[in-house]
């Protein structure tokens, strides 16, 4: 059983190469899942090391998965370079009291293959609900609330948000 995450792969920030190198051209990103699926964005050939994608991939997580992992690689002539990598705990953007297709826009650093930092990247998460799901509508509703009490009482009121369908 597996669960669909859109991803929108959205940029790279301060990518390089080498210490001493930023990347000119052709950065792209690969998504992998505890399954071994991958989905790779375009090849940006404008950017840099600022590379821009806005992109939207869509991958199947296993149920019991708990990270997923985001490579920005470089394509050489001599073959495709890892510049950095960043493995992201599903926890990140799945469960809690937030609704499964809340958008969840995010950064994280990446580690280059010796573990050094290497630029960062920027993505939106979002839980893919089936259109034929009554949470489809239901959960995309702001959030209500109604007085404690007939009078005011010069208190607060604590709550937990309750999703209905």
Not at 36 to 58: F, Q
Not at 91 to 110: A, E, M, Q, T
Request: aromatic fraction near 8%; glycine fraction near 8%; charged fraction near 20%.
């Amino acid at each position: 059983m597996s669960r669909s995450i859109e991803i929108t792969v959205i940029s790279g920030e301060g990518l390089r190469v080498d210490p001493k190198h930023p990347v000119k051209k052709n950065a792209f990103v690969v998504v992998r899942t505890d399954s071994g699926k991958a989905e790779a964005t375009r090849l940006d050939t404008e950017g840099g090391s600022y590379p821009v994608w806005n992109e939207k991939l869509v991958v199947d997580i296993p149920v019991h998965s708990r990270f997923m992992t985001v490579e920005v690689q470089c394509k050489t002539s001599s073959g495709n370079k890892v510049i950095g990598i960043a493995r992201i705990p599903e926890s990140d953007f799945v469960g809690g009291y937030i609704p499964d297709n809340y958008l969840h826009f995010l950064s994280y650093r990446l580690r280059d293959v010796s573990g050094e930092r290497n630029g960062i990247i920027n993505l939106s998460v979002r839980m893919k609900v089936p259109e034929n799901s009554s949470c489809a509508a239901s959960c995309s509703r702001p959030w209500m609330a109604a007085p404690a009490a007939d009078k005011v009482s010069g208190g607060a009121l604590t709550g937990i948000p309750v999703w209905y369908y």
